[in-house]
């Protein structure tokens, strides 16, 4: 696609129009037909309509057609599908590496998409509305064409993005109440499919998350009194605190039956130092509770001298990376031990 796209707007003259053309040919030539899961055809679809050997491309809507797999031919060996639904959608087919798209946003991503109605699935992978769905501009959007056509691999996409949306309404209000802000869209994901429910077993291998989001924040205040550029910071903030929500996305369930086997866990640890004491004449232990002294710091992560509970990387963040505390944070735990060994001789 670089290629044609380059090719359409370059000068008709020199090499450089040859070279151009020539390499737009091969281009073409490499994808003639498309890969199983990318559309086919529908209304405005100009690519081609052709799929791979061992799939059929597959009318889902007026919109939408995609390449599923069907009946292999002798050159393909591939599983087949015996069946199709009334529709025409193939009812067996083989169990593909299904990815997910979980999306945020404004107008500009919108098209809307709902949890109360079709879920994404194999054939449908934007669920409600039918391709391309409501988007500001009447027909597909960026996500709808990534999803169904610049795609190598089966997508399941969850579009949460709304139109008029800001980051937080509190901080900058939407042109309607009515409008769900980014974090009414994280909050609305947190409830709901972060549970990773049957229809939707994501996994963070298999998972991609993103945001367009700011327009309507500058546009609906950058005209406001005060510092604009502090202002900045302050929207940002709340932005990358839902990133962070998202990224540590774990049912409360999960969390309470982690807690509890967390507390089993040290619980039977603790028995099992006292027991090594008493087996063995002079041995003389100690224990410090980490799970308690992190507990103590990261519920109150300001009165310890860090940012916050959940950032990482920089000065001033209890994480040093996504999987351990700072050298700060080691300070204190450093401290903790040296409290616990007062008194020995080592």
Partial sequence: MLAKHA????????????????????????????????QCGGIGWAGETTCI???????????????????????SAGSTVTSTSAAGIPTSVPAPEV?????????????????????????????NPPYPGYTAVGGVNWIDVDTVQYNRSLILTYNYAYGGATIDASLVAPYEPTVLSLT????????????????????????????????????????????RD??????????????????????????????TVIAGFNSKLADRVTQLKANYTGVSTRLWDSYAAFSLVLDDPTAFGFIDNTSYGNPGDFWGNNYHSSSQAQQIWGQNVSTVLEGTIW
Avoid at 184 to 202: H, I, M
């Fill in 99 to 127: 990815n997910y798209w979980f999306s945020f946003g404004d107008s500009y991503t919108q098209t809307g998409f709902v949890l109360t109605d079709t879920l994404p699935s194999i054939g449908n992978p934007l669920g």
């Fill in 53 to 75: 050997s061992g799939s059929s491309c597959t009318v889902l809507n007026d919109y939408y057609s995609q390449c599923i797999p069907g009946e292999a031919s002798s050159s």
């Fill in 184 to 227: 009414d869209q994280v909050n609305e994901f947190l409830g709901g499919v972060a549970t990773k429910p049957a229809s939707a077993p994501w996994t963070s291998a298999n998972s991609l998350f993103s945001f367009w989001i700011g327009i309507n924040d500058i546009g609906n205040s950058y005209y406001e009194s005060g510092d």
């Fill in 7 to 38: 090719f359409n707007h370059v000068s008709t003259s020199g090499e450089r129009y040859s070279f151009i053309r020539d390499s737009t040919v091969r281009l073409i030539k490499r994808y003639a037909q498309q890969a199983v899961w990318q």
């Fill in 230 to 259: 502090a202002f900045s910071d302050t929207l940002l903030d709340a932005y990358f605190t839902l990133v962070q929500n998202i990224m540590q996305a774990e049912p409360a369930s999960a969390q309470a039956l982690e807690k």
